[in-house]
């Protein structure tokens, strides 16, 4: 708890570099904390939307006659997790970033190893 309280003090007391601009380096902060509010914002909307369907069927209808309904209901919700993926990607450059060098070091390796299984597959 102690650390994440020092960084939290860390990132409010940083003031850009100490060159005269804590004002442009305050700023930035607080771009960024409201992409960040706006982000979560949409999160809890979508989780919001995508969970209430299923929350409604539960408590109005107790003996939940229609199963088929429940399975849609639950479809929804379980897609939900994808519309996060989404919603990071959309509004987060350093998620954006950090995804696609991911996906590059992953794609690397991969084709090293595919690379290596059919050199291995021509030896038999």
């Known amino acids: 708890m102690e650390v994440y309280a020092h960084s939290l003090l860390l990132v409010f007391s940083w003031g850009g570099g100490g060159d005269g601009s804590s004002a442009s380096g ?3 902060i607080q771009n960024r904390e409201l992409q960040l509010t706006w982000t ?3 999160i809890c909307l979508c989780y919001f939307i995508c969970v ?3 929350v409604l069927c539960v408590v109005i209808d107790t003996s939940i006659g229609n199963g088929n309904l429940l399975l849609a209901f639950n479809c929804i919700y379980w897609v939900q997790y994808s519309f996060n993926f989404f919603i990071y990607a959309l509004r987060s ?3 954006r ?3 696609l060098d991911y996906l590059a070091s992953t794609w690397k ?3 090293r190893c ?3 299984d059919l050199t291995l597959l021509s030896l038999c």
Request: aromatic share 10%; no cysteine; glycine share 0%.
């Open 52 to 54: 209430s369907p299923i």
């Open 40 to 42: 979560l914002l949409l």
């Open 26 to 28: 305050h700023a930035h």
């Open 97 to 99: 970033k950090a995804y």
């Open 109 to 111: 390796r991969l084709k």
């Open 114 to 116: 595919r690379l290596l």
């Open 93 to 95: 450059d350093q998620f």
